[in-house]
Nanobody
Framework: QLVEFGGGLVQPGGSLRLSCAAS????????MAWFRQAPGKEREFVAT????????VYGDSVKNRFIISRDNLKNLVFLQMSGLKPEDTAVYYC?????????????????WGQGTQVTVSS
């Protein structure tokens, strides 16, 4: 089970940190990812991190603004967001897949959280 928290309302240019907690299982065996979905739009890949935290991929729209990280001892994955823009407004989802295969497709992730709303507005 994945549970996201940390969403909220932030002004443009601001920062926010999302967290995702995995309740059980061998967390360190899973590739983790963040996706987002804005109203009326398709789900969009945000970032993914391999089980060791040594390989990271970002979506083009968040490069150089967002940072994904993980703590395998605490079963947590984070998304540090800075330089937020109104177009970053979306529900953000944490996702997991077993193994090391690098993929940015949501269809390849078997486990999903319920999502947390991020709203960027003045």
């Amino acid at each position: 089970q994945l549970v996201e928290f940390g969403g909220g309302l932030v002004q443009p240019g601001g920062s926010l940190r999302l967290s995702c907690a995995a309740s059980e299982g061998s967390f360190s065996a899973y590739r983790m990812a963040w996706f987002r979905q804005a109203p009326g739009k398709e789900r969009e890949f945000v970032a993914t991190i391999n089980p060791a935290g040594s390989d990271i991929v970002y979506g083009d729209s968040v490069k150089n603004r967002f940072i994904i990280s993980r703590d395998n001892l605490k079963n947590l994955v984070f998304l540090q967001m800075s330089g937020l823009k109104p177009e970053d407004t979306a529900v953000y989802y944490c996702a997991a897949r077993l193994g090391w295969t690098k993929t940015t497709s949501g269809a390849d992730y078997a486990f999903w959280g319920q999502g947390t709303q991020v709203t960027v507005s003045s």
